[in-house]
């Protein structure tokens, strides 16, 4: 699960960490990583501690999302050339 690794340190964090936040041993953490085991039912734990989708751990690649746009703070104006063309 190169996607698992990728994002783990994107995190910054270390196995050791991970391995405490899931519950399980440094030891799995590299199987998974390493391709050696799945983590089977546990993967969309991981992903909830990692906040990241499911199938981003499991991808070879980056799975690029547009960012999520953000919420407008006032109501959009016009120029005041427009106004005065509306008017």
């Known amino acids: 699960m190169r996607g698992l690794r990728r994002i783990r340190r994107s995190r910054g964090w270390s196995q050791t960490r991970l391995a405490a936040e899931v519950g399980v041993?440094?030891?799995t953490i590299h199987r998974w990583e390493r391709g050696g085991q799945y983590p089977g039912s546990i993967l969309?734990?991981?992903?909830?501690?990692?906040?990241?989708?499911?199938?981003?751990?499991?991808?070879?690649?980056?799975?690029?999302?547009?960012?999520?746009p953000e919420p407008?703070?006032?109501?959009?104006t016009l120029p005041p050339q427009k106004r005065k063309e509306i008017q």
């Open 72 to 76: 407008a703070t006032t109501a959009p």
């Open 44 to 68: 969309d734990i991981l992903a909830c501690v990692l906040d990241c989708r499911p199938e981003d751990l499991v991808a070879a690649k980056p799975i690029i999302r547009a960012p999520e």
């Open 25 to 27: 041993s440094v030891r």
